[in-house]
């Protein structure tokens, strides 16, 4: 298991998640109860009761509601909850079953949202089905997970083809400034064509959706995720077979940091020629990514470059792939292709770099490893699988990526 620096005070962190379980739940009851008597309200007729035109314009009015937020709480209701036409014939709930848990507390709106959204486009005949299905995985998943199942149900019922991406090339005028202030801040500037700023905008917008796994919501700001995706884009462009060479080797920098401090995590590195990260950073690094580190001794003489004993193969990296499917904590949707290797037992602590000690991890969640109270071993069955801090999970049940499609057997 890897050793993390930092745990929470787990009594304290167990009492605090426990209570924002109850008051989640106390809301998202409450909520669902309050959309059930608004569509019993349109029922009997809004207003011919108070004189409002619509339900939404009442809870707008008497909850100080935006009308946006009113009307979405409306339109989910309406799908939880059996109607009526204005003959009076019944109008059966879409989605009862998701209704009838919304009340006990136990669905997020995102996840009620997720499940009404995927039945609206089953076929009626396969509705109750899939809503039985997508109920029980959101029992213990998130609910982009249980939009990804819903894609898959969807998928299965009528598969649809993709359009072709018909895009006129064009050869314009390109400028890029990168320049590192004293601080240690790089700056960045440029000007782009339209097309080249259109696939920029699509790289980074992809690399940039809000992260929802089981190290709970993501709530850094959208310039934030930006400087996360553009520090992504960076990495799938350094993992790239097919970037130039310099001076015989891949692109990489350099990080100098003493044997002790990378052991332990505490102090400083030399990033490059003039810039610095803290030792915890490299150790991070140091598992698998084009920053080299040059382990020194008490005198500042060179121990080890960690080359031929850390970084990891092509082959094996293929394996890797193979076994984890993309990166392997749970509820994580990043592909191979934006993954890491991360050692197990760290390099600098005598881990070997061979499959039984790897696990393919995004840079995200790389990190939340290094820094949480996470931990991940490979099971008996040769996967990986992963203990949650005692405040999400007094319990600690390991927990396995259930998320990316398993490889195909042979008949």
Sequence with gaps: MTSNAAHPSSSDAVAFADRIGELLACMRSAEAELGALLVEIEQRGVMELFGYRSAARLLEHLGDVPKPAAERLVRRARSLNPGRNLDGTPIPALAPATGAAARTGRLSNPMVDVITGVLAEVPCEHRDSAETHLLTFAAEAGHKQVAALGARILAHLAPDGAEPDDTEPVIPPRELFLRRKRTGVWELNGRFDDETGARASALLDALAERRTSDDGPDHRTLPQRYGDAFSDAMDLALNSPDLPMQAGERAHVMVAVSLQDLKSGVGKATLGDTGEMTAAEARVHACDAMIIPA?????????????????????????LFLRDRGCAFPGCHRP????????????????????????????HHHRLLHRSGWEVRIAADGLPEFLPPVFIDRRRKPRRNNLHDPLPFAA
């Design 336 to 363: 191979p292709r934006h993954c890491q290797g991360h050692h197990i037992r760290h390099w600098a602590d005598g881990g070997l770099t061979d499959l039984g000690n790897l696990v393919l991890m995004c840079a």
């Design 295 to 319: 382990v020194l001794g008490d005198k500042s003489e060179p121990l080890n470059l960690g080359r031929l004993r850390r970084l990891i193969s092509a082959g094996l990296r293929r394996a």
